[in-house]
């Protein structure tokens, strides 16, 4: 046991050095940035390049590492956060999320996507204590953490721009009124915290032995997790959730084993969240919602179109693309109608009540094992497969996250994350009803009146209909007093609960309309890939469809469709190369959040 111990110390350490950088910017900009941990992964691919390959010293490779990884910090802060910094946090967060497909896939076309052993600088085992064996690397990494924690301590303590840091996270419009430059002292900590996070990504090369562009990125979020649980804001409180979470999660996997790893973490996070969603050593004061409507989507409205001009392009749909296209355009009409069928309505999330979910492949994955499941185990027929696929995927993930829509700020967005890994976590250790790692093979096509279809133009046409439906359905919502109740919660929160609107519930309502129609989505996908494993819904799944919707338009629902063309068919139809498309998604969100937060489907108005 003890080395279990040991090993999650280890383990830990990183983690707080992750958590510390999350922390400290959050304390200065309010802004929870999720490009820190793609700041740990390219800090590895840097320190294997600079000590395996370039054969410098480790700690000549270490400093080069803190350098480069600074002045990454300081351009994400330039190009990404800095000039968003009087939009709602929101806005900051999804564009370091953005920034952090932009970093990982640039780390990816550099140094190639394969995995790589990295090299041994120092000695990993020369070193027997009580009867385990330690290595000098790991001394030097606590000694770093340690000696890095009580500079930083000492820095924000006494040093000048250390007590101007403090100042600025306390209030940062009084301290500009008292000649405290924020903008300089708000590099300063996206410095620092790059700088820990790019050393982190070195002692992750050392402990785990090889690296990859990608191979941190779990690195990265467990370093969110640590200092949400610490809470945000507290660099004791991101210390302490660091090395608490590599010792759980060492306990847990030598008890439970590896595949209890993310069940283990994420289940300890959200139920920190429920139980003190401050943290541990976070203030008390309450979180207020940060709408994503209002000053963060600008003057604009969606298009209207009338019904003549629905007709001409549900016509054009459904006639041109099949008949002109051939299979290969019917198969990525597919793919596009699939991700719409996610993205529309998501507006009602996000662009009425102003809420964002991080975790949309989580329904998703549901409706599509609930539908393989009903259809192989119980042999339903594939409609009212799909039917109970949608209305399962609501019911759970909504009783999942109900006690969520309680919080504010960005804990809502980071509980709907780790709500999708527990759900991933789940399938993947359910042997006995989903196979677990090895996946549902065989799953029939869908059929309709015992008519199976098996080509991609009927399958496209299939989606087509149900995309129609969705359409129809969210647009009635939107039209409604419903619409307009959660239009009210995202413009307003405070005043719509001074009004008597219980927020929670209607947030909680959207998400479960949303989640309805992502179990339908998982069902197509389940039935036209005949084939699921935990693998087919990655975080990317959750990105792409959030990155869809803020393209087309927050509010609009076919702005949604629109993206969905944009993003899925474009790329689908010209064969990119993968790691060039999610490139592409960055970018593209990180200029749309800057330059049009209200999307492409609407106009200004006077």
């Not at 999708?420 to 065989?442: C, E, H, K, M, P």
């Not at 405070?494 to 927020?503: C, D, E, I, N, W």
């Not at 989640?515 to 036209?528: D, E, M, N, W």
């Amino acid at each position: 046991m003890l080395d279990t111990i040991i090993s999650g110390l280890v383990h830990g350490n990183v983690y707080a050095l992750v958590a510390v950088g999350i922390s400290l910017i959050f304390g200065v900009t309010n802004v929870v940035n999720f490009a820190q941990g793609s700041i740990v992964g390219f800090g590895a691919m840097l320190g294997w390049w600079f000590i395996g390959v370039l054969a410098w010293p480790w700690w000549l490779g270490l400093i080069a590492v803190a350098a480069a990884s600074a002045v990454i910090g300081y351009v994400i802060n330039l190009t990404t956060v800095r000039p968003l910094i009087k939009a709602p946090p929101i806005a900051a967060l999804l564009a370091t999320f953005a920034a952090s497909m932009v970093l990982d896939n640039l780390s990816q076309i550099i140094f190639s996507p394969d995995t790589r052993a990295f090299p041994e600088p120092l000695p990993t085992d020369n070193i027997q204590l009580a009867g385990v064996r330690l290595g000098t690397s790991d001394l030097v990494a606590f000694g770093f953490t340690l000696v890095a924690m009580v500079g930083l301590w000492g820095y924000l303590t006494y040093g000048r721009d250390g007590q101007a840091i403090r100042a600025t996270a306390a209030d940062p419009d009084a301290a500009q009124q008292m000649g405290i430059p924020v903008a300089r002292i708000q590099n300063l900590s996206f410095i620092l915290a790059s700088v820990l996070g790019g050393v982190a990504g070195i002692f992750f090369g050392m402990f785990s032995g090889v690296v990859s562009p990608f191979s941190a990125a779990f690195t990265g979020i467990i370093g969110f997790i640590a200092a949400a649980i610490g809470g945000l804001g507290s660099i004791v409180g991101a210390v302490a959730g660091g090395f608490l979470i590599g010792l759980l999660e060492a306990i847990g996997v030598y008890q439970f084993g590896d595949g209890f790893r993310d069940l283990i973490i994420f289940g300890l996070f959200l139920l920190v969240l429920l139980v003190r969603p401050h943290g541990l050593f976070g203030a008390r004061q309450a979180l207020a919602g940060e709408p994503m409507t209002g000053t963060f989507l600008g003057a604009g409205r969606p298009i209207p179109l009338t019904w003549w001009q629905w007709l001409v392009l549900a016509a054009l749909a459904a006639v041109a693309v099949p008949l002109l296209g051939g299979p290969v355009l019917s198969a990525v009409g597919t793919q596009v109608a699939i991700y719409a069928i996610m993205a529309v309505p998501m507006t009602l999330l996000a662009g009425s009540t102003g809420q964002v979910s991080l975790g949309q492949a989580a329904p998703v994955a549901i409706g599509a094992y609930a539908s393989a499941l009903l259809v192989m185990r119980l042999e339903l027929p594939f409609l009212v497969a799909l039917l109970l696929a949608g209305v399962l995927a609501a019911m759970i993930a909504t009783l999942l996250t109900l006690p969520i829509w309680r919080l504010g700020g960005h804990y809502v967005s980071l509980a709907t994350l780790a709500l999708g890994f527990v759900v991933l976590a789940v399938i993947r250790n359910w042997d006995s009803v989903t196979q677990g790692a090895y996946g549902l093979s065989g799953i029939p096509a869908p059929s309709i009146l015992g008519q199976p279809l098996l080509t991609s133009r009927s399958h496209y046409l299939l989606d087509l209909g149900l995309l129609a439906i969705t359409l129809a359905v969210t647009q009635r919502v939107r039209a409604a007093h419903l619409g307009t109740v959660l239009a009210s919660v995202g413009s307003d929160e405070v005043a719509a609960r001074s009004l008597g609107v219980h927020t929670r519930n209607y947030k909680a309502l959207a998400y479960s309309i949303s989640a309805f129609f992502a179990g339908i989505a998982g069902s197509l996908l389940a039935h036209q890939y005949n084939y699921l494993d935990p693998t087919v819904f990655p975080i990317q799944m959750s990105v792409l469809v959030l990155t869809i919707i803020v393209l087309g338009g927050l509010n609009s629902s076919f702005g949604a469709v629109l993206g969905a063309i944009v993003l899925v068919g474009l790329p689908e139809a010209l064969r990119v190369a993968p790691d060039v498309r999610i490139l592409l998604y960055g970018v593209i969100m990180i200029a749309m959040i800057r330059f049009r937060p209200q999307g492409l489907w609407t106009r200004r108005t006077a």
